[in-house]
């Protein structure tokens, strides 16, 4: 079985600080790692997914993130927060399960930037 | 159309109310999923649908939860005799998902939030 945890459920930075959110997964195969976003009464939105090619993935809005197996880690970091970062930010992994990919979620880290 | 999109966006139910949740997937997409989002919490699996094909319903909380999706494109999800616990964002995403790829990406709707009073 698969799982997600996303430690600290709420994190602020200073707008231009390092943003880094941190994601540790579980998971029985090697796995399919997703970041996503989510803005105040919106659905989720796609940042960046990992895919078993490059570790460091390049997202939307300068995020990337790196996979480190050794760590079971998957960090999502942008080196210069902005005001419009703020918003709640979710890791998910992927496994096939009967033919279609079953994504489980972690349970989510606020994001809050303090001008 | 451009995107997932769900209706109502918000839905406030009497306990013991049937409610029924719409959701138009992006057109051409094969997979539709349903996912149940409590406050403060990720997005809980529900069910996935193949085309008109109900593949999984493991994520349904209870007997009081039914989905369809009978021409492949639109879906409702219908909860009978609401219960205050089923207050809840329900998010929908559809996928191309050829050949069950795991990479593929889910596209969200923004979701429809239900208070049970």
């Known amino acids: 079985a698969q799982s997600v945890t996303q430690l600290g459920s709420h994190v602020s930075v200073s707008e231009g600080a390092l943003v880094l959110l941190r994601c540790n997964y579980s998971s029985s195969v090697p796995p399919y790692l997703f970041w996503y976003v989510q803005y105040p009464n919106q659905g989720l939105q796609l940042l960046l997914k990992?895919?078993?090619?490059?570790?460091l993935v390049k997202g939307i809005n300068g995020f990337e993130a790196e996979f480190k197996k050794s760590e079971t880690s998957f960090h999502l970091t942008k080196p210069s927060a902005h005001m419009s970062d703020a918003a709640e930010y979710f890791c998910?992994?992927?496994?096939?399960?009967?033919?279609?990919?079953?994504?489980?979620f972690g349970t989510g880290t606020k994001l809050q930037v303090i001008p | 159309g451009a995107g997932v999109s769900q209706s109502p966006r918000y839905k406030v139910a009497k306990r013991g109310q049937d409610v029924a949740l719409r959701c138009d997937p992006i057109s051409g997409h094969v997979s539709l999923f349903w996912y149940q989002q409590a406050l403060g919490q990720g997005p809980e699996f529900l069910t996935y649908?193949?085309?008109?094909?109900?593949?999984?319903k493991s994520g349904l909380p209870s007997d009081r939860f039914f989905a369809e999706r009978p021409e492949g494109s639109v879906s409702t999800l219908k909860i009978q005799r609401t219960q205050q616990e089923d207050s809840a964002v329900y998010l929908c995403a559809s996928s191309s998902n050829f050949r069950g790829r795991r990479s593929y990406e889910q596209y969200f709707g923004p979701g429809t939030r239900l208070t049970v009073t």
């Open positions: 998910a992994v992927s496994e096939n399960s009967g033919g279609y990919q079953k994504v489980t």
């Open positions: 990992y895919t078993s090619a490059a570790t």
């Open positions: 649908f193949q085309n008109e094909a109900q593949l999984d």
